[in-house]
């Protein structure tokens, strides 16, 4: 499978070269080049069918030109010990969810595939790579988790002072583990801008194999595409009309991940989400994406801390309004809807849901019923644990869920006894010591 530039379409490189580079030089961000029809494929499996076998066998579908079946089906084994769950709500209802993972995030799928992914890339190629990314808390303790016993790649996390959390001592360093936190002084967007001028240094990132683990990186995005076929193997024997899914707001990710599904000839309608300030409809229902009023020629380089999924969507529609209309459908969704939703989720299906989900399902209560008399059916797809979203929980139903003990360990704060960084060349030091 090729892959090419959002900024320049005579770019062709192999996906094990778009995901080590991450940013393509022309400062855009990589998309696929050829799309290939998995019709065949996607109708032979079924509710039977294991997440981890799906995402094998797509990765061998896709990858035939770098790796073996065999290979492509130990990476997608390796990375996905735990599955997505798919629930039926309703005649034609049913959630997707993501948080079955190492944290309760929906990320924990597509990081610990790109890991995966790397580690046996760089076993069988030669090579180390390192990831260097700003993480809250919650990035690092799932790369904690996924990294251990890996031998080709490490991770420096950069945090803001305070904020470390779910490491342990043997995920360190200089314990001999794999991660090497650090905290910095400033703001999150000085932080970021630190993180962002390393990988400017174009000879540097080359030199020590800097990538990042969030979905700038275009193998992470591969991992969240499996969430698709399997969900519609769970379904497709119980409904007969079209398939739309719902998803909160900013996931443009997941928007990409289920865009690249259909472009592989997955049967599926629309997508559904709350309409962001980035994000949004016109007074004739037009879809809106903000970035659109500045030329990709005069904006700058993608920021790897910030990732650029709505330039792929851009670039998916290629400035077709009519057509991006028929498929992504933003939805001005109140704050009283969004509580009336996540009452109803409990109330009806004993659910609890976080704020983002409950958005995406007052979207489904607010525009699905006429798509239900016409027997389509929705996924409501929740992205994050809801026990992440205690506090809302309580505060909307007066209830709060049970956290998983894998949870709580990934909340547990840290603190590192190291000096707290306040430059870009102290980053810099770091990496070269590694």
Known sequence: MQFTSTRNNNLNVPFSQAVRDCIPSDGGVFIPSQIQDMRRWIYYIDETTPFSSIAGSLTSALMHEEFSPIICETIATDAFPNEPIVAQLDDNL??????HGFTGSHKDYGVSYL??????????????AVFLDYTHGGLGSLLARVLKGKKHLKAVLVYKKGTVRGLEDEDLVWNGG????????GSEAEIKAAVAQVFQDRDFVEQFGLTVADSTNVCRLLGQIFFFPYSFAQIKSKV?????YAMGPDNYGTLMAGLYSWRFALPVSGFYMPSSPALYADPKGNPVVLDSMVDVDHRGRTNP???ANLERLESFFHDNQLMMRNFVFPVTVS???????????YMKYGLFSSPETAEAYAVIRERGQELFEEDAAFVLISHNHPALSADYCRHVIGESPEIPESIKASLKPVELGKPVLSSVEEIKAIIKSL
């Open 94 to 99: 049913f959630s997707l969810e993501l948080y």
């Open 115 to 128: 890991c995966s992914y790397l580690e046996y890339t760089l076993t069988l190629k030669g090579g180390n």
């Open 178 to 185: 794999n991660i090497y936190p650090v905290e910095m002084e």
């Open 240 to 244: 007969s009309g079209d398939i739309y």
């Open 305 to 307: 801390v910030s990732p």
């Open 335 to 345: 704050e009283k809807q969004r509580e009336q939703a996540a009452k109803e989720l």
